[in-house]
Antibody, heavy 123, light 110 residues
């Protein structure tokens, strides 16, 4: 059974930094493409970014609102996905979900989701 | 404002058929696969329909998807109370170079 567990959320001031983790189990993490998707309180879903498997180049893609501030990385030896968030803004307040990806370019196949971790950016 | 347009709400009585629309453009729905996700209140989203009209294992055949031009639809037949929740369409946008979600549709079973 696929399991994804996010951690690292919390309260941070505008301009601050936070690193989220997503511990994965139940599948071959090193082969998986992974995403971060967020949901502001009471709002809809927003894609944050993606990292491909190392065998597919390990490349990353980001949504425009976070590009240059957020960095996705992975530790395949520990089956963990990361989201480093810098220069946080109030509008980054959201529940952050990690998801697996079907591994197809130009598609949105988020087949497994974690339970999410809440990030609150406030002074 | 979302790149993909969904009605904010939809409703139906048990047993009825409901459809939820998703309107986009040539750079997204017109050229890529549409996906649908279901989010029951208090839970994480779940993949409901992939590649326009395919259902993952475990999703009842009451759920179906379709596409025509730059619009897509999700149909739910034999509506049940447990279908209440939010439904999102999402598709890769060639111009934005990433997935774009619709604003979501809140489904109420009356």
């Amino acid at each position: 059974e696929v399991q994804l567990e996010e951690s690292g959320g919390g309260l941070v001031k505008p301009g601050g930094s936070l690193r989220l983790s997503c511990a994965a189990a139940g599948f071959t993490f090193s082969h998986a493409w992974m995403n971060w998707v967020r949901q502001a309180p009471g709002k809809g879903l927003e894609w944050v970014g993606r990292i491909k498997s190392k065998s597919n180049g390990g490349t990353t893609d980001y949504a425009a609102p976070v590009k240059g501030r957020f960095t996705i990385s992975r530790d395949d030896s520990n089956n963990t996905l990361f989201l480093q968030m810098n220069v946080l803004k109030i509008e980054d307040t959201a529940v952050y979900y990690c998801t697996t990806d079907g591994g197809y370019d130009y598609e949105c196949h988020f087949d497994n989701w974690g339970q999410g971790t809440l990030v609150t950016v406030s002074s | 404002q979302s790149v993909l347009t969904q009605p904010p709400s939809a409703s139906g009585t048990p047993g009825q058929r409901v459809t939820i629309s998703c309107s986009g453009s040539s750079s997204n729905i017109g050229s890529n696969y549409v996906y649908w996700y279901q989010q029951i209140p208090g839970t994480a989203p779940k993949l409901l329909i992939y590649r326009i009209n395919q259902r993952p294992s475990g999703v009842p055949d009451r759920f179906s998807g379709s596409k025509s031009g730059t619009s897509a639809s999700l149909a739910i037949s034999g509506l049940r109370s447990e279908d209440e929740g939010d439904y999102y369409c999402v598709v890769w946008d060639d111009s934005l170079r990433g997935p774009v979600f619709g604003g979501g549709t809140k489904l109420t079973v009356l």
